[in-house]
């Protein structure tokens, strides 16, 4: 009998997969490593066992956030823009690897789940979680339970349109989704909108780029703007507004009473990513405000979920 207190999760980002190790009193041991995209749709849950197997434990149960779509009941991520491959197993061959319960659900509603019994959304009943990162995205608790929709894919938050005729067009096809404007990968064509009219002569960005606004990144927009740079202050203070716009549009539509955040951008960057949202949010509301804050699992709010899901597969007890 493995020790009870096994329980694994993994965390399958575009960028890297990480897997964990803990139990009810939180991650013992984690690893990260590059995401294999290298060796077609097998690569990816072989990389998964091999990082477990390092780990040195006995799982008794295996749980999954990962980057969508997904299908949860066949246990496979569909056709992400993320891998020049579709339809990657990742339950079945972790059930035959290890021979335990394994479920896979969207890395946002995992963190949200981690959230609910790890981190500031403990004994809440109405709970959200965004991610501001290389993409956008969120998970919902809504009267306690997880949201998780037909497939395993709600709440898409990235892809609410916030302007239907934006020349800016999404990663999914859409024109005027959130994500567009405001994910880590988006932010430089909607600075570079914005900054289409504007006199740079003499700005630091101008210098950053070389000239060439082509070369524009999130990491220097933010850089520039933590300078005092004024092209830069402008474009975060834009994307804040369009931020503050989605973030109503969640209250609106789910009545949280907290919102936590999360995400590359804003763990990087989180006066300047919850600031503006926070100043500009109240224009747009019905519902009463929640508290907005960063999320304190940090860059673990993934796998806090999955080992939440790997003890409630166990039938552990939090
Ligand atoms: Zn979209």
Excluded at 194 to 220: A, F, I, P, Q, W
Aim: aromatic share 6%.
């Amino acid at each position: 009998m493995a020790k009870n207190c096994d329980y694994v999760a993994v965390d399958i980002g575009a960028t890297n997969i990480r897997v964990a190790v803990g139990s009810q009193e939180g991650i013992r041991v984690k690893h990260s490593e590059a995401t294999d995209r290298l060796n077609g749709p097998e690569g990816v849950p072989r990389q998964i066992a091999r990082m477990i197997r390092g780990l040195g434990v006995e799982p008794v149960a295996i749980g999954v956030g990962s980057i969508g779509p997904l299908d949860t009941r066949k246990g496979v991520i569909g056709e992400t823009p993320n891998f020049s491959f579709k339809h990657v197993p990742v339950v079945s061959p972790l059930v035959d690897e290890f021979g335990v319960p394994v479920r896979i659900m969207n890395d946002c509603n995992a963190a949200v789940i981690g959230e609910h019994l790890y981190g500031a959304g403990r004994g809440l009943d109405n709970l959200f979680y965004v991610t501001l990162s290389t993409g956008l995205g969120g998970g919902a608790i809504v009267d306690g339970n997880p949201l998780n929709g037909k497939d395993g894919n709600a709440p898409e938050i990235g892809h609410l349109t916030v302007d239907p005729d934006s020349e800016l067009v999404c990663g999914c096809g859409c024109r005027g989704h959130w994500e567009a404007y405001c994910s880590g990968a988006n932010i430089p064509n909607y600075a570079r909108v914005l900054l289409r009219n504007r006199d740079l002569e003499g700005g630091l960005l101008l210098k950053m780029v070389e000239g060439d606004l082509g070369k524009l990144t999130s990491e220097m927009i933010f850089d520039a703007a933590r300078k005092s740079d004024r092209d830069a202050v402008f474009v975060v203070e834009e994307v804040g507004k369009t931020n503050a716009v989605g973030f109503a549009n969640i209250v609106n539509a789910f009545d949280p009473e907290l919102i936590t955040v999360g995400g590359s951008v804003a763990l990087n960057n989180p006066v300047m990513m919850i600031g503006p949202i926070k100043k500009g949010i109240d224009r747009h509301l019905i519902n009463r405000k929640p508290e907005i804050m960063m999320t304190p699992l940090g860059a673990d709010a993934v796998l806090y979920g999955g080992l939440a899901l790997a003890m409630k597969l166990a039938g552990g007890t939090f």
